[in-house]
């Protein structure tokens, strides 16, 4: 395996793992506002995670470029 297959599989699952856990604050924020409780630190951690999930994001169109 070349260098830059490394490279794309590793921010290929970033990106995936990113987006799982985004659905996953997403759920958790949609429970405690059912139950009636905060959500604020939760949706202040799900915009930190979108913040970073535009990043990985760029990183893997980036490498994709590479190729």
């Known amino acids: 395996m ?5 490279r794309h599989d590793r921010a290929r699952r970033q990106v995936e793992e990113g987006r799982r856990l985004i659905d996953c ?3 958790l924020i949609t429970t405690r506002k059912s ?3 905060s959500t604020s630190q939760c949706r202040e951690l799900l915009t930190s995670f979108e913040c970073s999930q535009a990043i990985f994001e760029s ?3 980036r490498i994709r470029e590479e190729e």
């Open 35 to 37: 139950l009636g409780e």
């Open 25 to 27: 604050q997403r759920v």
């Open 2 to 6: 070349n260098e830059w297959t490394k």
């Open 59 to 61: 990183d893997l169109v």
